[in-house]
């Protein structure tokens, strides 16, 4: 016999019946989650048709498994017009050629161009015809106020280039790609705009990926031996930069203080905070399949990579992460750094501890359980229900075309919760609706976009439209939480300016 009493089983029973009560714990739990939340959905899906976001990521693929066709889809969140409410920028892929004299030679192919959106209200929005539309096939966007006046400007890294847009005002942008120079590295992912000399001018620090031809790739196979996507080993990577801005629009190169280490990784992800606690920010850098680096900023204004000593280059069992996308949670005096990582091995979260020092606490916070068939990307830690106790939402997606292998290659997104036991668990479709829905997600963002305090969700999927979900949870309203800090940039090539409630004209 088996009796349920306040959620605890008596197991007395035989081996079929410990099965039959496991399933009925399960369902005990999920009914008591539901009545918790009265069994409503905590977001909606707010149609293209109603939101008028009809921008379509046009990964350019052209069936040769060419590596940047599977891992573009950044996009920006910042209230470029001033008028309190959130607008977009979505970068566009496009067409990928075979050689770079084709580029040269058909320029109007190189690329699709980026699109912007003003944010009319109500979740609505309309397309804008902006001149300076990014680089061609470009990867990732970075808002931040880099000059000082006012308007939110930007960044945007890419496979082909890379761009910086000042704002003019009026919907309207100054290419001033040439203040960093004409040595534009091959491909750039990440990116982060933070005042890292401390002279009260931002400064941008710049992930750089691997060198990728399409004409000089090699032929990589799956298991079966058909054809698949290549992996970041088969290729160069390419190094990190790091520009000191003057606040006017000028940057000096500065890469030599990031250190011998800013060569030897291929970065897709990356944020800044101050790691060990002395006053000024530091950089976490999350590579591609190498050991992540946290370079701690020293009084000189270099910085040491210190990943190795503090627990955060490998995950617990020695391995290296993909890390695609970053995010970090400080809460009642405790920092915890996430890391999305690749299908079977979990989502990574790193605990600070005593003397600065991180380890991996994902197994006994569940997290890696409830994300081992996850191929991660956006990620965000945010409390979404207001009940003071964060969620993790989490954009997935595969690299590697193999669902005739058993691997899934679209995968849904996965809203996570915490329990009583303060394990992490999937939220599931009553809660999270579109965790139903398989995509190929990408860029992820949490911000207000209605202005109602509740923070929404933003998901940009390849070869499709994005992803706006509203949150309609009955929770207490605040100021709504954000995915990272203004303009630091984490959750996979997509960066986020937070509308403070002061700048919202009446």
Known sequence: MIYIQSGQVNWRSSCPDRAKALAALVIFWATAVAAQDGGQPWFVEIPAERSGIDFRFESGSRGRFDLPEIMGGGFAVADFDSDGLPDLFFCQGGPIENSAKENQD?????????????????????????????????????????DGDGLVDLFVTGWRGWALLRNLGDWKFEDLTGALGRDTPAWSTAAVWRDFDGDDRLDLFVGGYLE????????????????????????????????????????????????????????????????DADGDDDLFVANDGTACELLIRDSDGTFRDAASQSGVAFDAGGNALAAMGVAISRKKGQTDLFVTNFFGRGTVQFRRGAGQVFRDVS??????????????????????????IEEIVQANGHVLSRERLGTPFAMPPVLLRQGTDKKYRNAGGEIFPVAERAMHGRGLVVADFDRDRRPDILISRLDGP??????????VRRTAAHSD??????????????????????
Not at 466 to 475: A, F, I, K
């Open 106 to 146: 058909r320029p109007e192919s190189a690329g699709s161009p980026c699109v912007w959106y003003r944010n009319l209200g109500d979740m609505r929005f309309r397309r804008m015809e902006v001149e300076q539309a990014g680089p061609s096939w470009a990867m990732g966007a970075w808002p931040a106020d880099f």
């Open 212 to 275: 990728y031809d399409p004409a000089k790739a090699p032929y990589c196979a799956a298991p079966d031996g058909r054809r698949d996507y290549c992996g970041p080993e088969d290729f160069p990577a390419v190094a990190n930069r790091l520009f000191s801005g003057d606040g006017k629009g000028a940057f000096t190169d500065v890469s030599g203080r990031l250190g011998p280490t800013r060569k030897t990784g291929r970065t897709l992800g990356a944020i800044a905070a101050d790691f």
């Open 363 to 388: 197994a006994e916070t569940g997290l890696r359980q409830a994300t081992l068939r996850s191929n991660g990307f956006g990620i965000a830690v945010t409390d979404f229900d207001g009940d003071g």
């Open 466 to 475: 994005p992803v706006l979900l509203r949150n309609v949870s009955h929770g």
């Open 485 to 506: 800090d203004s303009g630091a940039g984490g959750s996979y090539l997509s960066g986020v300016v937070p509308v403070k409630e002061s700048t919202r004209k009446p």
